[in-house]
């Protein structure tokens, strides 16, 4: 992974969590700097972009402040969702990441190739979310 490449994985959490960018512009984004998907893991507080080839880079996200709910609500989940495709007013992705933790996400892998993402409960109970437009 070159130097450019790690610059655009900051870049790209930055604009998430300082909300500069959407989803739309950050998967552009890192799909033109090579990157074929990323992780966050709520509970360790961390982003992982990942290449094709498997090389990857951590890097820490904001912490959300409450532990991730035991059970795993799909429906809240989906809400939360809609409310970031929609850019709901008042939607940040600092209030996407609290809605999900409290709906028993613990985190979540978006797959570009795939075209979907796949948010994951504490007891590995999963949602898959395709991407709009599919």
């Known amino acids: 992974m070159n130097d450019k490449q790690k610059a655009t994985a900051r ?37 992982v972009y990942y290449l094709a080839d498997g090389e990857s880079i951590e890097l820490p996200t904001h912490r959300v402040h409450a532990a991730v709910a035991p059970i795993f609500d799909v429906a809240l989940m989906q809400a939360a969702i809609r409310e970031a495709q929609q850019l709901a007013s008042g939607y940040s992705y600092k209030a996407f990441c609290e809605k999900a933790v409290s709906a028993g996400c613990a985190g979540y892998i978006v797959s570009f190739s795939g075209r979907r993402a796949l948010y994951i409960g504490r007891t590995a109970e999963t949602h898959v979310e395709r991407f709009p437009n599919q």
């Open 11 to 47: 870049s790209c959490l930055e604009g998430a969590e300082g909300e500069a960018m959407t989803f739309p512009q950050i998967i552009g984004t890192l799909m033109e700097a090579g990157f074929e998907s990323y992780a966050i893991d709520f509970r360790r507080a961390t982003a």
